[in-house]
């Protein structure tokens, strides 16, 4: 029940547009004109508030073919909101003051375990154009940053993929039904945070077609383009307050808007087997080399983040911009971009390394966008393994110290044995973390994480500062050992 909306009041759908008020944005194009050339997999609050946004401007620019199918790979919840709504859902704003609009670029939604066949016939169908991605770090079925053959849904997928367990699975399925039809180029973009996702997808989807379909990945090599893009805007869980404000400003009831902040950026790379989505028309960057905007945004926003949720949760603090009223948390958190990891980072020229970290903080002290720690601090196992290990071993192969790095390593340890204790830890290795010792070993921790795959974890110097980082921790809390460790370094 939404606290303090009339429960009689009607719910958003189509015909709902018309009486919205003026202040209100709603699609300015005739959805039912509208035809879906994006499948997209995991149709959850990002995708709602970034790549469906952007082909929603597209839309209302005239470029009516790039409507999308979204997938649900797990949950009908996001179907049962929607359907109801003709689909419809409302994008809040959250910057100085809050701006809303109505989003109608999403025209169906397909829950995978529910209609595997509708799933795979609409990836296989010639009218779609790209297949897009965001399934989280998790999505992936990574151990070690390589695909995890013996992960139970990869697993099953290599024995069987007649029903499908991952978006590997679908891919595969779909491009083996396009391929008997002689269907039309498909190109496949990761919208992660996951390095090289692009060819992360291919390369399991190529184990697949091994296994079950040798001809289609014959067919693949000159049919299918596997890119990777950069996905950047902060984008909150939906929360009842949301919900009443949202109902309150259109009158309307919806169950399913979202918050964003008012930035947003899409870096693409150029790299498409057929008919190219004009995203560049409405704000997206296309380029050759994706990498370098990545590692940009993995190690500094990406990494910062994670920083400060594992920072303000010790602290006690819900939030990130919580987190940052604490002088020393923010100041620990941003020293450790310019100090350690910005040194030994390729910034794109069309970057400043400072600016683009002045801007994350600035970004992040957003108090009208709650930005919950734990949230952020979800699967932090996989996360980390790209946000700071390789930017720990590009810093002692280059000889810095790297101690703000290590200081992180000591706090994510201590945040993972708090959270296990408080029965807060939500991450793919929770049965694996609450088996360890729960000692001052921050090794074992590190371990299950997949430090071994770096050159830090056998750095004795480096992981006895580690250690006695955690130690410290332990002993003087989050904050003492923070405000002790830079009185140290500065």
């Given amino acids: 029940m939404i606290v303090g909306v009339n429960d009689n009041m009607q719910r958003l759908n189509s015909a709902a547009l018309a009486k919205m008020p003026s202040n209100i944005e709603v699609p300015q194009y005739d959805r039912s004109a509208v035809t879906a050339g994006i499948v997209h997999i995991g149709a959850g609050n990002f995708h709602r508030a970034h790549q469906a946004v952007y082909c929603d401007n597209l839309l209302n620019m005239g470029e009516t073919e790039w409507g999308i199918i979204g997938v649900s790979l797990r949950s009908p919840t996001m179907k049962e909101n929607l359907a109801p709504q003709n689909f419809l859902y409302t994008q809040a704003t959250l910057g100085k003051s809050t701006n809303y609009r109505i989003i109608g670029a999403i025209q169906n939604l397909l829950v995978a375990p529910e209609a595997p066949m509708a799933v795979i016939g609409a990836i296989a169908s010639n009218h779609t154009q790209v297949l897009t991605t965001t399934i989280t770090e998790k999505g992936y079925c990574l151990i070690n940053g390589e695909i995890n053959r013996h992960h139970t849904d ?242 002692l192969e280059q000889e810095h110290a790297a101690s703000y790095l290590a200081f992180s390593l000591a706090a994510w340890v201590t945040f993972i044995r708090q959270a296990l204790l408080n029965k807060d830890l939500n991450d793919p290795l929770h049965d694996d973390f609450a088996n360890c010792e729960m000692g001052n070993d921050v090794r074992q921790f590190l371990a299950l994480a997949g430090a071994a795959k770096f050159s830090f974890s056998s750095n004795d110097s480096f992981m006895a500062k580690v250690h006695k980082f955690h130690q410290a921790i332990d002993q003087q809390g989050i904050e003492s050992s923070v405000k002790n460790f830079l009185d140290l370094e500065n």
């Fill in 154 to 395: 990869f697993a099953q997928d290599l024995l069987s993929l007649e029903l499908p367990k991952t978006a590997y699975g679908y891919i595969a399925s779909a491009l083996i039904k396009r391929s008997a039809q002689k269907g039309t180029p498909l190109t496949i973009l990761c919208c992660d945070n996951v390095q090289n996702g692009g060819e992360h997808l291919l390369a399991g989807v190529r184990m697949l077609l091994k296994t079950h379909s040798s001809e289609t990945l014959t067919w693949l090599k000159n049919r299918v383009a596997f890119s990777s893009s950069m996905v950047d805007r902060v984008t909150p869980a939906t929360d009842e307050a949301l919900k009443t404000t949202v109902a309150e400003e259109i009158g309307f009831h919806d169950t399913a808007p979202v918050a964003a902040e008012p930035f947003t950026q899409w870096i693409i790379e150029d790299n498409f087997a057929g008919t190219r989505p004009p995203f560049d028309k409405v704000g997206a960057l296309f380029v050759d080399n994706i990498a370098p905007f990545e590692n940009v945004k993995l190690r500094f926003l990406n990494a910062s983040h994670s920083m400060l949720a594992a920072l303000g949760y010790l602290a006690g603090d819900r939030f990130i911009h919580e987190a940052l009223l604490r002088p020393c948390l923010a100041r620990f958190a941003k020293q450790a971009l310019k100090n350690d990891v910005l040194p030994v980072t390729s910034v794109p020229k069309s970057i400043s390394g400072e600016g683009y970290i002045d801007d994350v903080f600035e970004r992040f002290h957003n108090d009208n966008l709650p930005y919950a720690a734990l949230q952020v601090g979800t699967d932090s196992s996989q996360k980390i393994q790209q946000r700071w290990f390789p930017a720990i071993d590009d810093a």
